[in-house]
Every structure is written in structure tokens, then in C-alpha cells.
């Protein structure tokens, strides 16, 4: 089910994105979170006020108050959405679609190893380098939180919210996994694999903007990831999170399926 | 039973391309060379055996195993050179080999440094910058490592040089001797007759002819019994020609290349 050599090659693979991507996220969580100032808030809000489209767009909406409704607004809503989702865009493609479309698949298939095997592992790959970037995100945000305004982050929150985004993730991995499994050709892989979560976004992104537009948040999944929901307890947030979830196991499984079950012409 | 068995297999690709009807035998001990031209199917029926695509009617077996649903376990003792190589680009040759090595759970790694001595390959560079023979000599030793019963190769030699050309016709004819079974594709006529037992001429995806290399070669070999003028030019006749002296009455035999005889099948008859 597992190869440990495998997993070991392609996490070496993941280190440099994993490492820049990091290195990105923690600027920005360093930055915005000693931002976090009720003076602030205010002139945060006057701007909400002239422009509400725009600010609401990119997730960010006025009367957050708390530390973690903050960091909802300004960090949820955009930067801890895209550079995970870049990570399972780019490591996605390349972990299955990128072996067939070069033809060095052949080196993986031509050993005693089952292509279940290989599907699982590399999809563990992806898995763990999601799990790695939350990971890291969320002992940042609590050690940032902590030096900056020792107290004022309830740490059960934050690990309420970062576990529905972690869902959230793994949901988008699941895509770009299946589009790599359903694809030969990096292409296409790509093509959906990036596609399909950036049109969502981008979904997302009208629905917030204005009132009109709301009905729009049914049509992408992004609505199931309900960051102040989740951080509240409401029940359909949790559901949501539960759905993102039990989809990426579907993803998974009909990924690694389709891998098993198609013809490499390799 | 034959070791690699491959019946009725036909897989069409729509326009004429793919293979039709495709029925090899190939037994324990045995090379058998498969040859045809550029696009004929050979690759298309070694990536069924290797497991790669699907049958859609017909079988192939190897060691009586279904080579689509028990690929992982034929691969065991099975060796690979794929026709078109293209490893881990971002490797150099020996992360490379160790990487093969430990995915396939090999302990013994001596074949390895053998095969390496035996082809005078440096793997330390990264595979991106080698040049074609190199990455060639990388999918041998990659396909030697584990010491498998069977061997697949597809076009093996290409890009080679002819001294490890030879090098290599020497390697397969010691893994024979050892009882190794082997498929060779080729369309080097040269390879295929020094090293095969018999030949399957595939052309257009429809197997055209299997048969003994002896077997080929007589049924296109002509005799002729040339009288000269005195035993002395008799005999130096015979010597230049390779014939058989008699006097002042020489047999000679012109034996058809491969490649003519290949060209039969493959040309049609305007080329006899």
C-alpha cells in the first residue's frame, strides 16, 4: 500500500515549494497579526465602508473585532486560501500526470510494486505537505499571536478553524489529485487540476461581493469552508467542513481508481 | 508451457495503426527477436506484457499470469528496457540506480557495479546533461540489476556504440546461456541474427512471420555451381566467394541478409 523510497523521493520533491510557500505565509502571518489594533480596525472598517465590494471580495469584512476575527478576515479570506491551494495545484500535477506525460512512469511500473502502491503513496505525499503547511501555520499563528498580544487568541479556536482549513485543502488536493490520475498529459492535468479550484475562487469572490450575487456561493465549494461559522460552532459550518472532508475521500479513492484502471502508453 | 504467451491479441487504434490477431510464443531459454519497422506494433505489444495497457481482446501471460492483473508480481523477475527512455531528470545516474534499488527492495547491489564495469559507465553526472547512450546504458543496467528470468527488451542497443553494441549481443548471449528467456524488438537485422533463436516479423500491427533464423535464411538461400577456367582460379574463387571446391566446378550459396529477407515482408514483393 505504501513505499517508503517513493515517499521519501517525492517529499525531497515537495521541501523547496514546502519551504517557500512557508516562508511566504509566515511573512504574511507575521505581518497581518501584529497589524491586529482596535485603531486600526476602525480605519479598517472607514475603508469598508466606501469601498464594501471590493474589501468583501477578498474576504475581508468590516466589524471583526476579536483577534481571530481579525485573522478571518484578513488572512482566511485569501492568503491561507491560494499559496496551500498553489501547493496542491503544483505538486498535484506533478506527482502522477507529470510521471506519464515525460514517460518516467515507466521506471515506477516496471518494479514489483502495484500501481495501487504508487497512486497511495504519492497521494500521501500530497497529503503530508498539506498537513505540514497547516501544521506550521497554525504553531506561527499561535506563537506570533502569543509575543504580539499575549492572551487575546483562544488557542481552541484557532485550532478549530485551522482543522476545517486544513478540510478545505486536502478537499482541493483531492481535485488536483484526480485531475493528475484522469490525464496523461500535463496539460489537461493542469488545466482542470488548476481550473476548476481557481474558478471557484473566483466564484467565491463574486458571491461576496455583493448581494445580488450571493446565489452564486452555491456553486462553489469555497461556501462550505465558513471560517466565523466554524470558529462560532454553528452546526452547518461543521457540516460543511464535514462534507469538504468525506469529498476529498471520494476524490481520493476515485483518483487512485481511475489510476489503477487506465492505459499508460508509456 | 511457454514462458511469455501472448494470444489473439489485437488492439486497435482506429486508421489502419495498432495490433491485429498478435500470437507469440516465447519459450524458457529462448531469444526471440521481434522485428518490424518503425510504428509496426512491437512497443504497442510490449506494453501489454508489461502491464501498461489493458488488453481489449485477446491475452498475454507471462509465467501464466495475466500480465494486466498480475503486472507486480511478473515484474519481479522481469527486466525492462523501455524503447523510449526517460528516467528522473533531476537525478544524477547513481541517485538514480539507488533509487531503483531500494524501490525495488533489491539487497544485493554487486550486478549493479558489474554492469557498470561491463558498459565503462560514470553514472555521477545528472541524467538531464547525459547524452543519449548514456541514459541507454542506465535503462540496462536498471533492467540487469535484480538478475531477472525475463527479459524485455525494446530496441536495447539504440544509441549505442558499436563497440558497446557488442558488448551488449555478448550480455545477451551469456544471460541465454544461463536460461534467461528474452524478447528482443529490433530493427537491427544485425542484432537480431546474432543473438536470436527465432524471429517474428510484425508489419503494419499484424504478425507477417515466426520462424528459426536458420529456417528464414533457407528459404532464401540460392545455389550455384560456377565452372572456371582451371582448379587454381577454382579454388581461389572459392576462397574469395566462400564456396565449396570441386575441381574446377565451384558451389557457392548466396545467402540473403536478414535485412533482404526482412525487407521481403516488409516491402512486398517489388523489393525481392
Known amino acids: 500500500m505504501f513505499n517508503a523510497t ?17 516562508a511566504i505565509i509566515s511573512m504574511y502571518v507575521a505581518i497581518i497579526i501584529s497589524m491586529f489594533d482596535p485603531e486600526m480596525m476602525e480605519t479598517l472598517d472607514s475603508f469598508y465602508e466606501v469601498m464594501p465590494e471590493l474589501m468583501a471580495s477578498v474576504g475581508m469584512s468590516a466589524g471583526a473585532t476579536s483577534l481571530i476575527g481579525f485573522m478571518i478576515s484578513y488572512l482566511y479570506g485569501f492568503i491561507l486560501l491560494i499559496f496551500p491551494m498553489l501547493f ?4 498535484g500535477n506533478s506527482l502522477i500526470a507529470k510521471y506519464a506525460d515525460n514517460n518516467s512512469m515507466v521506471t515506477l511500473l516496471s518494479a514489483p510494486i502495484k500501481r495501487r502502491t504508487i497512486a497511495t503513496t504519492q497521494l ?26 499575549s492572551g487575546a487568541l483562544v488557542i481552541s479556536e484557532l485550532l478549530k478553524l485551522n482543522a476545517a482549513l486544513l478540510c478545505l485543502h ?24 488548476a481550473g476548476i479550484p ?69 | 508451457m511457454s514462458v511469455i504467451n501472448v494470444e489473439n491479441l489485437t488492439r486497435d487504434y482506429g486508421a489502419g495503426k495498432g495490433i491485429f490477431d498478435v500470437s507469440i510464443q516465447v519459450e524458457q531459454g529462448e531469444v526471440f527477436g521481434f522485428l518490424g519497422p518503425n510504428g509496426a506494433g512491437k512497443t504497442t505489444t510490449i506494453r501489454h506484457l508489461m502491464g501498461f495497457i489493458k488488453p481489449k481482446t485477446g491475452n498475454c501471460h507471462i509465467h501464466g499470469l495475466d500480465c494486466w492483473k498480475n503486472s507486480d508480481k511478473i515484474q519481479k523477475s522481469l527486466g525492462y528496457i523501455p524503447g523510449e527512455i526517460s528516467f528522473f531528470d533531476d537525478m544524477t545516474g547513481k541517485d538514480f540506480l539507488k533509487f531503483v534499488s531500494q524501490y525495488r527492495n533489491i539487497e544485493n547491489d554487486n550486478r549493479i557495479q558489474e554492469m557498470l564495469e561491463r558498459f565503462e559507465l560514470d553514472p555521477k553526472g545528472k541524467i538531464k546533461k547525459m547524452s543519449k547512450g548514456m541514459k ?51 530493427h537491427m537485422f ?15 500491427g499484424k504478425l507477417v512471420t515466426t520462424d528459426s533464423v536458420e529456417t528464414l535464411r533457407k528459404r532464401h538461400m540460392h545455389t550455384y ?41 516488409y516491402g512486398g514483393e517489388k523489393n525481392v
Do not use: W
Request: glycine share 6%; charged share 20%.
Open chain 2, 225 to 265: 555451381n560456377v565452372h572456371l577456367d582451371s582448379p587454381e582460379a577454382a579454388k581461389n574463387f572459392a576462397r574469395d566467394f566462400d564456396g565449396i571446391c570441386n575441381g574446377s566446378e565451384v558451389t557457392v550459396a548466396a545467402k540473403q541478409s536478414l535485412e533482404t529477407i526482412f525487407m521481403h515482408y
Open chain 2, 136 to 186: 541507454q546504458k542506465i535503462g540496462i543496467v536498471t533492467a540487469f540489476m535484480h538478475d531477472p528470468d525475463i527479459l524485455i527488451l525494446d530496441e536495447p542497443t539504440s544509441g549505442l556504440d558499436p563497440l558497446m553494441q557488442n558488448r551488449f549481443i555478448d550480455l545477451i548471449a551469456e544471460e541465454k546461456k544461463k536460461g534467461k528467456t528474452i524478447l528482443l524488438s529490433s
Open chain 1, 124 to 149: 500521501l505525499v500530497l497529503i503530508s505537505g498539506v498537513l505540514l503547511l497547516i501544521v506550521y501555520t497554525s504553531g506561527l499563528e499561535i506563537v506570533i499571536a502569543e509575543i504580539n498580544f
Open chain 2, 190 to 204: 544485425e542484432e537480431v541474427e546474432r543473438t536470436c533463436d527465432r524471429i517474428g516479423i510484425i508489419r503494419n
Open chain 1, 170 to 193: 486536502l478537499f482541493i488536493g483531492g481535485v488536483c489529485f484526480l485531475a493528475s490520475c484522469v490525464f496523461s498529459d500535463t496539460k489537461y492535468s493542469i488545466a482542470l487540476g
Open chain 1, 198 to 266: 481557481a474558478l471557484m475562487y473566483v466564484l467565491q469572490m463574486l458571491a461576496n461581493a455583493g448581494e445580488k450575487a450571493e446565489v452564486i456561493k452555491y456553486f462553489t465549494f469555497f461556501t462550505l469552508f465558513d471560517a466565523n461559522g466554524v470558529v462560532a460552532g454553528e452546526s452547518a459550518a461543521t457540516m460543511g467542513v464535514l462534507a469538504l472532508l468525506l469529498g476529498a475521500i471520494l476524490l481520493y479513492t476515485i483518483a487512485v481508481t481511475v489510476f489503477c484502471k487506465k492505459d499508460l502508453h508509456i
Open chain 1, 6 to 22: 517513493l515517499y521519501k523521493r517525492e517529499m525531497k520533491g515537495s521541501l523547496k515549494m514546502l519551504i517557500i510557500f512557508a
Open chain 1, 88 to 91: 496542491c495545484i503544483l505538486r
